[in-house]
C-alpha cells in the first residue's frame, strides 16, 4: 500500500494538485493508494468515480493539519504494510511522528516556493527539520534542488524527479469546434494556462498583445486560470483596448482546456520572481508541448527544465517586456513556430506518467 498526504488535490486546480493526482493514479498500477487530503466544494462526487480510497479532512482551516496529523499517525499504527510515504509539503510532514516516519519510506516533495525563505529564518528552521524526517526529497526541477540546497536543505536526500502528464486523448470534435471558435481566424493564437499571480507574468503578455497588434492585427490570446490578480488584469486589458484581442476564462472544462492548447500556436508565460514567489517548473509548459505546442518561458525559476531554449520554445527575461517582445518575433519568424512545436511534442513524451513513475518506484524498491 501507499500512503500519500497532501494540502493540494482535485477537484482543487493547481499545479500541486495534478502532480498529486498524475502520482497517485499512477502508483494505483502497483498497488492499493491511500490518500488524507481536506475537504473540497466538489469533492464527494470526485471521490466517488475515484479508483483510490480518499479520506478527506473538514474543519476550519487553522485545526485541520492537526486533525490530519492524528487521523495519518493512527493509519500507520493501524498498518503495517505501509510500501511509501509521500507528501506534498513539509507542512504534510512536520506533524506524523518521528517513530511512525522510522517504520516507512518517507518522501517530501518540493516546490520552490515553500522553501524560499531566508535561511536561520523561523520558516526555514521548520523546513529543514521537518524534510530532515524524510528519507528522500524530490525536488521539481534542478532549479528547487539547487534553492533547497541554498537554504540549508540536507543534499544528500536531495533527488530531482520532473512532474509527469498523462498522455494526450484524442479530442472530441464538438469540444474541438468550440476551441476554433473561440481562437476564431486569428494568428497567432497565444494561451496562458496558470493562476493569476503576479510572478506569472500576465500583465506583460498584455502589453505585449498591445504591441503585437500593429505587426499581426489578428492576435488573440486567451488565459485560463483565476487568482487574486483578476481585477487588475481586467482593468488593464481595458485600459489596453484590448477586449477583441484578449478573453480570460476561469472554469474550464478539462477537455476544453486541453482542445484550446492543442488549438494553439504558443504557450506563453514569461514567470519572474516576485518577492519570495518564484516558479519551481511549470508543468504547464510540458502539457502544451504535448498537444504539439512550443512555448516561452521565463529564465527565472524552473522554466529551463521544462522548456530547452531553441529547440522546444524559448527563454526570455519575463520582467523585460522587451525581451519578451523580442522572443514572440523570434518565435514566428520563418514558421520557427512549427519545428518547436514538433520538437516539443517529442521532448513531452518523457514526462508521460508510466515514464516518471518508475523513478518513484526505484527509489521505494
Request: hydrophobic residues 40%; glycine residues 6%.
Amino acid at each position: 500500500m501507499f500512503l500519500i498526504v497532501t494540502r493540494n488535490f482535485p477537484p482543487d486546480v493547481g499545479g500541486i494538485q495534478t502532480l498529486m493526482f498524475g502520482l497517485a493514479t499512477s502508483l494505483v498500477n502497483h498497488g492499493p493508494v491511500k490518500i488524507f487530503t481536506y475537504e473540497h466544494p466538489n469533492s464527494t462526487s470526485f471521490d466517488k468515480i475515484s479508483s483510490m480510497s480518499i479520506e478527506r479532512i473538514k474543519g476550519i482551516k487553522l485545526f485541520r493539519k492537526y486533525r490530519k496529523a492524528i487521523l495519518v499517525n493512527q493509519f500507520i499504527n493501524e498498518n503495517h504494510n505501509i510500501r511509501a510515504l509521500i507528501v506534498d509539503h513539509w507542512k504534510s510532514l512536520e506533524l506524523i511522528k518521528t517513530e511512525n516516519l522510522k517504520k516507512i519510506k518517507t518522501f517530501c516533495l518540493l516546490h520552490s516556493k515553500e522553501i524560499n525563505h531566508d535561511k536561520n529564518s523561523f520558516l526555514n528552521k521548520r523546513s529543514i527539520k521537518s524534510t530532515n524526517n524524510a528519507d528522500y526529497i524530490i525536488a521539481n526541477s534542478n532549479f528547487t534542488k539547487n534553492l533547497a540546497i541554498k537554504v540549508g536543505i540536507d543534499s544528500k536526500k536531495v533527488s530531482v524527479i520532473f512532474p509527469g502528464i498523462n498522455k494526450p486523448k484524442i479530442l472530441d470534435n464538438q469540444i474541438s469546434r468550440k476551441a476554433k471558435d473561440l481562437f476564431k481566424e486569428s494568428f497567432p493564437k497565444i494561451i496562458t494556462v496558470s493562476r493569476l499571480d503576479k510572478r506569472k507574468g500576465h500583465d506583460k503578455i498584455l502589453m505585449l498583445i498591445k504591441n503585437l497588434k500593429t505587426k499581426f492585427p489578428k492576435v488573440k490570446y486567451i488565459s485560463i486560470g483565476f487568482g487574486k490578480e483578476e481585477n487588475n488584469l481586467l482593468n488593464l486589458a481595458k485600459e489596453l483596448k484590448l477586449e477583441k484581442e484578449v478573453v480570460f476564462l476561469k472554469d474550464v472544462d478539462f477537455n476544453l482546456k486541453n482542445a484550446l492548447l492543442a488549438e494553439a500556436n504558443l504557450f506563453l508565460m514569461p514567470s519572474r520572481i516576485e518577492k519570495k514567489s518564484v516558479e519551481g517548473f511549470g508543468i504547464s509548459f510540458i502539457e502544451a508541448a504535448s498537444h504539439g505546442v512550443g512555448s516561452i518561458g521565463g529564465k527565472d525559476g524552473g522554466a529551463p527544465d521544462a522548456i530547452i531554449h531553441n529547440k522546444t520554445g524559448l527563454i526570455c527575461d519575463g520582467n523585460d517586456l522587451n525581451s519578451i517582445y523580442d522572443a514572440v518575433l523570434n518565435f514566428f519568424q520563418d514558421d520557427n513556430f512549427i519545428k518547436l512545436g514538433k520538437n516539443a511534442l517529442e521532448f513531452s513524451k518523457n514526462f508521460h506518467w508510466d515514464k516518471v513513475i518508475k523513478n518513484y518506484l526505484k527509489l521505494i524498491n
